[in-house]
């Protein structure tokens, strides 16, 4: 039974009513492999942990009813999640992807896959016509992301939905940045959603895993079908820890996205800050389109430092309170450099035309109070001024 209310009460519900057995009021971390059956073939809908697992189950309904779709599925990583989508797809087939976009999918995509026989043609998905395009008589997916990673850039997912259902493909969004929180693209017509849960869902930097929901019963029953004969499952532990952070997602959401609003404020004052790309600043270029499908702009801001990569560089050794990290959305705020970091995948060339250079700095703004984080980076932009 989908469990009702608005998003704060499914986080904390959806999916983890208390233990049929012991009444235990929060899901128990069900750590067994295999289920003991009453006799062959009788059991309580749970055979063996690769196939299912009540902790995972909990973690799946939940991140499903946060997306506004009927199944869920819960990975080993954000990458299986990826990698689990595209299995829907066979020898042959052609895939549409925005150009802007993680650089670890870039690399799944463009080194791995292709050996399978799937075609990638990348396009700059801001302009939807230019992924209309793109599609061939083989294409069976459209893949985007926004806010894209790490310009921020919008993506207008009805727009590329709409593309989809045109021409009969499969539409899949990495909400990773955004949230189910802030956006839910299946509301808006796209066919399969993506998370790293490693990131917001998670929450605190400690657990790496991905999640595919959709709302569709064929799709799903295919994502099951393939996870369970490829094995990109989490253990129960990981599952638990994610469901852990979801239940507080929006709360920590809104505290992100209050400091990085302020954060991105203070920054476009500085004068060695030539750029500052935050979809909450009304002179971003996505600003009106993160209006209407967003319902909140995040916890991301990137910047762009005068002085090129010694600035940045400076600047990324001189955070003390952001730390100098992989990654992004945990309560604690990190500072990337994405020319190295993030997006080592992308040669430079293809950096330098996305608008990615070796002065354009990440940030991901934590949840820590923004006084102290606006004090670090005032210390930071001192040094990369040195530099
Ligand atoms: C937008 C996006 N999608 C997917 C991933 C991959 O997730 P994971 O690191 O959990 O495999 C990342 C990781 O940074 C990401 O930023």
């Known amino acids: ?101 993680y650089g670890g999918s870039f690399r799944l995509f463009s080194n791995v896959l292709p050996r399978f026989g799937v075609r990638f043609s990348y396009v700059d998905a801001t302009r939807p016509e230019e992924v209309a395009k793109a599609v061939e008589p083989a294409t069976r997916m459209l893949w985007i992301e926004t806010p894209t990673n790490p310009l921020l850039r919008l993506v207008d997912v009805a727009a590329c939905a709409e593309i989809a259902r045109r021409y009969g493909v499969r539409l899949a969004v990495d909400n990773t940045f955004a949230t189910p929180y802030l956006q839910n693209p299946l ?14 869902i998670g929450g605190h930097s400690d657990v790496i895993g991905g999640a595919v929901v959709v709302d569709d019963e064929e799709t799903a029953q295919t994502l099951q079908f393939t996870r369970n004969a490829t094995g990109g499952i989490p253990g129960p532990w990981d599952a638990w820890l ?108 293809e950096k330098r035309r996305k608008g990615i250079t070796e002065g354009t700095v990440r940030l991901s703004v934590g949840i820590e109070h923004v006084d102290d984080l606006c004090a670090d980076l005032e210390d930071a932009l001192a040094a990369a001024r040195a530099a």
């Open 187 to 200: 509301a808006l017509g796209a066919h399969v959603v993506v998370h790293s849960t490693t990131k917001y």
């Open 1 to 101: 039974m989908a469990t009702r209310g608005r998003f704060e009460t499914r986080a904390i519900h959806a999916g983890q009513q208390p233990d049929a057995t012991t009444g235990a009021t929060i899901v128990p971390v069900y750590q067994t492999v295999t289920f003991t059956q009453d006799e062959v073939g009788r059991h309580h809908g749970f055979e063996y942990s690769r196939t299912a697992n009540p902790t995972r189950a909990a973690l799946e309904t939940c991140l499903a009813s946060l997306e506004g779709g009927r199944f869920g599925f819960a990975y080993g990583s954000g990458m299986a999640a990826i990698h689990g989508v595209l299995q829907l797809l066979s020898a042959g087939d052609h895939v549409v992807v925005a150009d802007d976009l």
């Open 242 to 349: 994610t469901l852990r952070g979801a239940r507080t997602l929006a709360l920590r959401m809104r505290q992100h996205e209050a400091n990085a609003a302020r954060i991105a404020a203070f920054l476009a004052e500085r004068p060695s800050v030539t750029a500052v790309y935050y979809p909450g600043r009304p002179d971003h270029p996505g600003h009106q389109l993160a209006k209407k499908q967003m319902r909140g702009f995040g916890g991301m801001v990137t910047i762009e430092l005068e002085g090129g990569a010694a600035a940045a560089r400076a600047f990324c050794a001189a955070t003390r309170v952001f730390s100098l990290a992989e990654s992004l959305g945990g309560v604690e705020s990190l500072v990337g450099y994405p020319w190295t970091m993030s997006h080592a995948a992308f040669p430079p060339d």
